[in-house]
């Protein structure tokens, strides 16, 4: 198949390859060694990569993007580019199998990808105890059996970037110690590198396919997640944003046997927060359980204006510890994200106007965040209505709407979808994860729609009527400007209902005049016979 491509595409895989193989044998902080090993695991990427762009040229050559042949055929490419991208995350494993972690928790990339790509969540094969204990002496300054009563040497959580290890130490308190793995910084700075260039190469090819957004996000992600002293912050923030929510726990930090590379923290128990068997086992109804993890993350967009960024299944426990019979462990936060101001507002902002249909307001926020061209697709994104729907809030879309919706989405090419994300603030794609990891999690425990959507409300609310930031303490002025927000939750609440029995109202007005017609016409059958 590569045979029958053109010149320019040979010689820009030969560019592309000559161009990275120089750019790591002139990389000096690494050893011959690490530069081999760099050379390798690029150059499957760089093949990977080459041999997909081919397959979308050849496959779709000379077809317009607007029938349906092209649609089928662009499924399977797509189809057959994740696996091979899968095939090889697997072999190159480290950043590359956290990159496809990364690019399957999105939800504006083709399904083909994300479905494809989420089979690398348990793809991590945790080190050999020899390589992390000698991170632990480099970083803690001496043996682990002179610091713990006992040390389980085997882990109870591995990822892309560190393993975690259960220990006591000598005052009997139960500890669980992340432990960074090794020279770790400097793949990610080769690996990082490649990525850029790829993206650029494919841009190249197809200028509509622009990645450089994704490959910067992820990049982002990974720096946040590579500073465990940050993380430590990032923990003791979270806990005093959380500090009179009692259905949050946030592990302590013990600072003595932290370092860049080595994270201590309180050990908690707890299962995985979709275990819904496990949960069931507990007593723990799964459905609550959802809306206090919604609650708990829109009090972070909405209120505190400080994210969680990463809230998959892993990283969130629930307990049976806690008022009201359970509470939720948050776990690694590695990658947090500082809501500015103006943006939490707008944010809190839009979503009353998702709720309420508000398009002149919807339209003038998605200008603010800069996709103002593509306003009419923010509800879709995150409501899952049209703009112009004429169902309930969480009811879902009415026939006539799925349809008009399908023709908007055929419309839009790979070139609106690149141009939207390259223009959305960063603030808001790491929202737009974080929501569909919630989404996803929440749709496991058996809650509805309407459940996100009223939460996402209330806190919105809440969020308008705050001047700064407040965590959730009880002063006189959290509780005035609460009770604000709570009012104008009821009231946001008061015409939900309105509009939703209008519409109940309107659908009944068809049914009957549907049902009057037909008996109409059964009655004009009649006496004509």
Same mark, same amino acid.
């Given at each position: ?385 049209? *703009?112009?729907?004429?169902?309930? #809030? &969480?009811?879902?879309? =009415? !026939?006539?709407?799925?349809? +008009?919706? $399908?023709?908007? @989405? ?79 939750? *009821?009231?946001?609440?008061?015409? #939900? &209902?309105?509009?939703? =029995? !209008?519409?109940?109202?309107? +659908?009944? $007005?068809?049914? @009957? ?17």
């Amino acid at each position: 198949m590569v045979s029958k491509f053109p010149a320019k595409a040979t010689a820009a895989f030969c560019l592309i390859t000559a161009g990275c193989f120089s750019s790591q044998a002139n990389f000096h902080p690494f050893s011959d060694s690490s530069v081999c090993e760099g050379i390798l695991r690029s150059s499957r990427a760089i093949c990977t990569v080459a041999i997909t762009v081919a397959d979308y040229k050849y496959s779709l050559y000379g077809l317009p993007n607007d029938c349906d042949e092209y649609r089928r055929l662009l499924s399977e490419v797509h189809l057959r580019s994740a696996k091979r991208l899968l095939k090889l995350c697997e072999i190159n494993k480290g950043f590359y199998v956290k990159a496809g972690q990364f690019v399957s928790s999105l939800r504006q990339i083709p399904k083909e990808y994300s479905l494809t790509l989420s089979s690398l969540q348990d793809q991590v094969v945790p080190y050999d105890f020899k390589v992390i204990k000698e991170v632990l002496v480099s970083n803690l300054g001496q043996d682990p059996s002179e610091l713990f009563t006992w040390f389980n040497e085997q882990p109870i959580a591995a990822a892309s970037i560190a393993q975690v290890h259960h220990a006591m130490l000598k005052d009997h308190q139960e500890v669980a110690i992340k432990v960074q793995y090794p020279g770790i910084e400097k793949k990610m700075k080769l690996d990082t590198r490649i990525m850029y260039s790829l993206a650029e190469f494919v841009a190249w090819f197809f200028p509509e396919f622009r990645f450089l957004w994704l490959v910067s996000e992820f990049t982002e992600a990974i720096s946040l997640e590579l500073d465990f002293v940050q993380e430590a912050r990032n923990f003791e923030t979270m806990s005093n944003n959380f500090r009179n929510n009692k259905f949050v726990r946030i592990p302590r930090i013990f600072w003595d046997l932290t370092t860049n590379q080595v994270l201590t923290m309180q050990f908690c128990h707890g299962q995985k927060v979709d275990d819904v068997v496990c949960l069931k086992g507990m007593k723990i109804n799964p459905e609550k359980v959802a809306k206090k993890l919604l609650e708990v993350f829109a009090e972070m967009i909405f209120i505190h204006g400080f994210l969680h960024g990463d809230p998959h299944p892993g990283n969130i426990l629930v307990s049976i510890e806690g008022q009201g019979g359970f509470s939720l462990v948050l776990l690694d936060h590695g990658i947090c994200k500082k809501l500015d101001e103006e943006f939490r507002l707008d944010y809190c902002q839009l979503w009353k106007a998702l709720i309420l249909l508000d398009s002149r307001k919807i339209q003038h926020l998605a200008e603010r965040f800069g996709v103002g061209k593509y306003y009419r697709y923010l509800p879709i994104i995150f409501s899952g209505r049209t *703009i112009d729907s004429k169902s309930g #809030i &969480g009811k879902g879309m =009415l !026939v006539e709407e799925q349809k +008009k919706m $399908k023709q908007h @989405l055929k419309a839009l090419e790979m070139e609106d979808i690149s141009s939207f994300m390259e223009s959305l603030p960063s603030n808001f794609l790491i929202i737009l994860r974080t929501d569909e990891l919630l989404r996803s999690t929440v749709s496991k425990l058996g809650a509805s729609k309407w459940v996100r959507l009223l939460t996402y409300g209330k806190y919105a609310s809440l969020g308008l009527s705050l001047k700064s930031n407040p965590c959730s303490d009880l002063t006189s002025l959290a509780l005035y400007t609460r009770l604000i927000g709570n009012i104008e939750y *009821i009231l946001l609440r008061l015409t #939900i &209902g309105v509009t939703n =029995l !209008v519409l109940w109202m309107e +659908k009944l $007005k068809r049914c @009957l005049n549907k049902f009057y017609g037909k008996m109409s016409a059964a009655g004009k059958e009649a006496i004509c016979r």
